[in-house]
């Protein structure tokens, strides 16, 4: 009875002992079971964290280099900029000599190993730099050849060579619009064009003594059919429109010393000629030639007044011209001129006098 009571109790305290082994085994897989994806967890960032700092890496090297190529890209063109408004073709040509033929620098024959190396190597490294300014100054050059075409009279001589035996005569040159004609425009009516008074006697005199060439700033299909019907007795030799002016701070400019003749021959006469003449030296002032607010043409004997100064000159023919015009100190020569006939006619009438009285 007693041995049967001993045996129950060890049973039942080994049946204990192994409720609790157990149940601290299953608390232990449970805690190695929900450990495992902390684990794993911890691995992958240990894993995705030198992949972001590689990434972050590259990125910073790729914005590095992107922003490096449009900063040079930017200071390049600005360069290039101020290259082309400070400097001409040819200054900037002679300024970069050294830099392009660096491209072609060779050390001398006795120099070392080290030196020829170093040569090269210095050489190669200017290659790209004098690679860029060639290809600025092929570029500026293309770019500078199209715009002349637009600015610059369309030939270095605009007239033909004058004949051997006309090497006297002067030349006399005269704007269109507002000198010799008025054009204007208006909706009811549309455009309008006005002879000046007295253009026909004008031409028919002074074309015995000159060379006329018509310079305007006007289209040619504009400047040949008036001067068509203008001149029907072919008095003007050759016309010069639009594309034989000079474009120049937004305004055409009559450029006399592109004409082929002796610039101390050469008088340029315009209602706006110290205004859209380059040569002031040769020009002459006349009055702008406008018709009225109603339309009507005004009185004007201006271009008849200009007759005996342009006789005197082709009379007398001075070597140059312009000594002759800046005498008048731009006033309008027609009516100074015949100022200054007077004044002279009348003191020699009272020296004949004077004579006279004397010789009794």
Known sequence: MASALIRSRILLKASRTNKSNRRFFCSNK??????????????????????QAVGSSENKAWS?????????????????????YAYSLDEVEEKTK???????YTAGNDASNVERYQGLLYSTAMTVPAKAVELYLDMRRLLEEHVKGFT???????????????????TLVLDLNETIIYSDWKRDRGWRTFKRPGVDDFLQHVGKFYEIVVYSDQLSMYVDPVVE????????RYR????ATKYQDGKHYRDLSKLN?????ILYVSGHAFENSLQPENCVPIKAFKTDDMGEVPLDTALLDLIPFLEYVARNSPSDIRKVLASYERKDVGKEFLERSKDYQRRMQEQRQQGRIWHR
Request: hydrophobic residues 40%; negative net charge.
């Open 152 to 170: 610059e009279p369309a030939s270095e001589k605009l007239l033909p060579d004058l004949h051997p035996a006309e090497q006297h005569v002067f």
């Open 229 to 236: 019907r203008l001149d029907t007795n072919h008095f003007i």
């Open 261 to 265: 003749r002796d610039p101390g021959k």
């Open 98 to 104: 050294a830099l392009r033929e660096s491209v072609n």
């Open 240 to 243: 010069l429109s639009r594309s």
């Open 64 to 84: 590095f280099f992107k922003y490096g190529i449009v900063g040079a890209l930017t200071g390049a063109t600005a360069f290039a900029g101020y290259a082309s």
């Open 30 to 51: 449970e805690s190695t079971i929900s450990s495992q994806p902390i684990i794993s967890d911890l691995s992958a960032a240990a894993g995705e964290a030198p992949a």
